[in-house]
């Protein structure tokens, strides 16, 4: 049985990271060790798998290759890490955001700009369709953004003033 997941809950260990993974792929540790281009040993996989104690935290490049191997971000990996060594890490992200692929880091900002544009549009139009009483005051904020707020406004002494005619 797996643990919940989700905001709040606890991140899965590395064992547990890594076992899904493999049965949802159908991998096994000979071809995790070859994924890595032999950067982490088949028996070094195995380890991971088996949920042996973990005294120390991997180190960086370690985590990367892990990261890539198992086709997850590098913080679902180093949250997975904290929990293997004992550390109660726990997952605050949102359920949307656990959906996104993986790769979404790569997005250019202009492409990661639309797609935000696109959906607070989408939540704002879901608020004037069925507006919750409580959220009345928050209404059409996600579409509002002042120009004097915007970062290339702002100088190193706060918002740009205006120029004098």
């Not at 985590?63 to 904290?82: F, Y």
């Not at 639309?114 to 928050?138: F, G, K, M, Y």
């Amino acid at each position: 049985m797996t643990e919940p997941q989700g905001p709040g809950y606890p991140a899965p260990t590395l064992q547990q990271l890594l076992r899904a993974r493999m049965e949802e792929h159908g991998w096994s540790y000979t071809d995790l060790e070859r994924r890595s281009d032999r950067a982490l040993s088949r028996g070094r996989w195995q380890q991971l798998g088996a949920g042996a104690s973990q005294r120390r935290f991997p180190d960086p490049a370690s985590l990367v290759v892990i990261a890539q191997v198992l086709e997850v971000d590098v913080t679902t990996v180093v949250l997975a890490a904290a929990r293997s060594v004992g550390l109660d890490a726990r997952t605050r992200d949102s359920e949307l955001s656990r959906l996104l692929p993986a790769g979404t880091e790569q997005l250019s900002d202009r492409t990661r700009d639309a797609i935000l544009a696109t959906i607070r549009a989408a939540v704002a139009d879901a608020a004037e369709r069925s507006p919750a009483p409580q959220h009345d005051h928050l209404r059409g904020l996600a579409l509002e953004w002042p120009k004097a707020a915007a970062p290339s406004r702002q100088g190193p002494d706060g918002p740009a003033q205006h120029e004098r005619a």
